[in-house]
């Protein structure tokens, strides 16, 4: 069977699959769009734990492209660190600290530091409940029991007070486990059963409430 070039999904695209995703459409469904397997979606979905990222924004307090600019041309002419820092009304360590971590005075240029500063800002995590089994197990637990996440989240940093690995925040819990999932015992359970057959993200529920199958 000849194989389909891999796809680069653009941000657009991007867009889409986590629109149609919390719309409550299957894996499958979201890769017929793009007339793709349903891998290249599951590989997107699971680089965050099925919960939609962040856009990235920039710090107000970070260097812009223009300011790096500027810097890329003080240091062609000779420019000392304390004079950049002064123009641009910016600490000497910052632009000693920029120089430092993009090639020096000797290498720098301007576009490069920039897209490094992007890059070194963008880590994608795996959701916790993912990697850890036996903290989402422990979490679907006291969903049965009526626990909210509030609750669950509180109770996790008190007993487990130096076990990061044992510690989520009940936004998490929250986006993790469809809200349905603490009213019945069948929720939490539909939601680690999901995690089992679709890891390594764990949204198992549509908008309806009801167990998504994605097979």
């Known amino acids: ?3 389909r070039p891999r796809i680069y999904y653009s941000a657009s695209q991007r867009t889409i699959i986590w629109d149609r995703w919390r719309q409550g459409d299957t894996i499958h469904q979201i890769a017929g769009l793009f007339d793709r397997f ?22 107000k307090l ?6 790096r600019e500027e810097i890329s041309r003080a240091v062609v002419t000779g ?4 004079s950049i820092a002064a123009s641009l009304g910016r600490a000497p360590s910052t632009i000693c600290r920029e120089l430092r971590r993009n090639g020096g005075s000797g290498g720098y240029r301007a576009s ?6 992007w890059d070194r800002a963008h880590r994608p995590k795996v959701c916790k409940l993912v990697q850890n089994r036996a903290l989402a197990h ?8 009526e626990w909210s996440p509030e609750q669950i989240a509180g109770w996790l940093k008190r007993t487990y007070p130096d076990d990061e690995n044992y ?17 019945s015992q069948e929720g939490a359970d539909g939601a680690l059963a999901a995690h089992a057959r679709h890891a390594p993200f764990a949204t198992p529920y549509s908008k309806d409430g009801q167990e998504r199958s994605d097979r």
Not at 112 to 117: L, V
Not at 138 to 145: G, I
Not at 170 to 182: D, K, L, N, V
Request: proline residues 3%; without cysteine; glycine residues 4%.
């Open 62 to 67: 970070a260097l812009t492209l223009a300011e």
């Open 79 to 82: 420019s000392s660190i304390r």
């Open 167 to 183: 510690q989520v925040s009940h936004e998490t819990i929250y986006r993790s486990f469809h809200p349905g999932a603490r009213r």
């Open 138 to 145: 422990l979490v679907a637990s006291k969903l049965r029991l």
């Open 1 to 3: 069977m000849k194989q």
């Open 38 to 59: 349903h891998s290249s979606i599951h590989r997107i979905l699971a680089e965050t734990g099925g919960i939609r990222p962040v856009s990235q924004q920039r710090s």
């Open 112 to 117: 490069s530091a920039d897209q490094a500063a």
